[in-house]
């Protein structure tokens, strides 16, 4: 039998402890990556996220067409900290063409269709503005007008404006058209409507 000398033999005996632990990981190793293990097999992959949705658009009023040949709709308004915006479109929906000069008269009707003591203001720096100039509605095409407003109330004992009804007069002589607004015309109690003046719509 031979004999080991005592500083070899305890070599061997460290030697193959390590041999064991390193074939121990190496199966464990492989084991973890046969069962997915993110540690294992490198970072996980994320699902991607969803697409936002959109917005539905929203339905606008509308008038049929006038007698005059033309018809008003209104978009939704635009609300932010106060301050209200929207278009009104008029559509030549008749076979002659309209014409239009600068700004429209305007008034703010209840649900019974009665005004409120509102002063429809030419011009505004709210939004742009392209000033009076003769335009030519041709059949088939539209022009518009922005209003702003602001629903403010300074006064608690003056009754605050909450429209239904925008009254429409296009040009100074014609027949005023009555509009159903899209959404409320709450104008608080600032008593003032500010319009731009016709433009084609592009």
């Known amino acids: 039998m031979n004999v080991i000398p005592g500083g070899l033999w305890r070599f061997a005996v460290v030697a193959g402890a390590l041999s064991a632990v390193l074939a121990a990981g190496a199966c464990g190793t492989e084991n973890g990556a046969a069962s997915g293990d993110p540690a294992a097999s490198g970072p996980a992959t994320r699902a991607p996220s969803p697409l936002p949705t959109l917005a539905s658009p929203t339905p606008t009023p509308s008038t049929a067409c006038s007698a005059e040949g033309i018809s008003l709709s209104m978009d939704q308004v635009d609300a932010a900290m106060g301050l209200r915006a929207t278009w009104v479109r008029l559509l030549n929906c008749g076979t002659r063409p309209y014409r239009l000069n ?6 703010v009707l209840g ?11 030419r011009g505004t720096r709210q939004i742009k503005d392209p000033g009076p100039k003769p335009l030519t509605v041709a059949p088939g095409k539209s022009a518009r007008i922005g209003i702003v407003w602001r629903n403010l109330v300074t006064e608690s004992s003056v009754p605050a404006v909450n ?5 429409v007069r296009p040009a100074a002589g014609r027949p005023v058209v009555v509009l159903p607004a899209n959404g409320p015309l709450d104008l608080g109690n600032t008593g003032r409507l500010e319009t731009t003046a016709w433009a084609i719509v592009p």
Request: aromatic share 14%.
């Open 111 to 121: 649900k019974d269709r009665q005004p409120f003591d509102v002063h429809a203001v």
């Open 102 to 107: 600068g700004y429209p008269a305007l008034r």
């Open 163 to 167: 429209g239904t009804y925008l009254e």
